[in-house]
């Protein structure tokens, strides 16, 4: 399984500096190319166009790939009763195929299975880069601890994702980085990136839900 979080956090600049943290985060099943049968899990449940849960458009006679695969989207909002009869053998599975790393129909199941979480927080007496981690944590105790997942979170602080990636030095908020750590190492396989603040519908939500939780009353201190 994967998990894709966006995360910002954001402190009021008056004398409260109280703060808040946004997070938005998606799961989604890992789709394997039938090529590389050697590195499927023994549980990946085949979809390709053999099974029920295939495209039954093909690339050429019914159009180019985007053609095909929003084609197969279309399938699925006209057939809803298809959905709901597959959905026992795809939810929470991998998948294979032969696309990936092509874009696939596989990424359409993904959509209509997998809704988006949200979540957000208020803490006083912090800093902005407490809470920019503070919104990492959130987002890996998001995912069930032992799930083995290939987790890739999205940040705007270079501070945060330099302290996982880039050998930054961590030696402020070890409190929260301990915690962090911890967290990551329980889950799976974690990997943060950086990405330039708003530029993503996803990231632009976790920026908006950080700044309303900095401004509402805290529900608790830490």
Not at 17 to 40: E, H, P
Not at 49 to 65: S, V
Not at 137 to 152: H, K, N, Q, R, S
Not at 197 to 220: F, G, M, N, Q, W
Request: proline share 5%; net charge negative.
């Amino acid at each position: 399984m994967q998990y894709t979080a966006w995360v910002d956090g954001a402190c009021a600049v008056n004398s409260t500096k109280c703060g808040g943290i946004g997070v938005v985060l998606r799961m989604s099943s890992t789709i394997y190319n039938k090529r590389n049968w050697d590195r499927m899990p023994p549980n990946a449940v085949m979809i390709d166009r053999t099974t029920d849960a295939g495209n039954p458009f093909h690339i050429g006679k019914d159009g180019d790939r985007a053609e095909v695969i929003s084609k197969f989207r279309h399938l699925l909002d006209d057939h809803p009763d298809r959905v709901t009869r597959l959905t026992p053998k795809l939810l929470g599975k991998d998948w294979v195929c032969w696309c990936k790393p092509e874009d696939c129909h596989g990424d359409v199941w993904n959509e209509v299975l997998y809704s988006k979480e949200e979540s957000s927080g208020h803490w006083c007496h912090t800093t902005n880069n407490r809470m920019e981690l503070q919104a990492v944590i959130e987002a890996l105790d998001m995912v069930p601890p032992g799930a083995g997942a290939d987790i890739t979170i999205y940040s705007d602080s270079q501070v945060v994702v330099g302290g996982f990636e880039w050998g930054y030095s961590i030696a402020s908020n070890t409190d929260l980085w301990e915690e962090a750590f911890h967290l990551a190492d329980a889950r799976g396989i974690v990997k943060l990136e950086y990405i330039p603040r708003c530029s993503t519908l996803d990231h632009e939500r976790a920026d908006t839900l950080a700044k309303i939780s900095s401004r509402i009353h805290p529900p608790y201190d830490g």
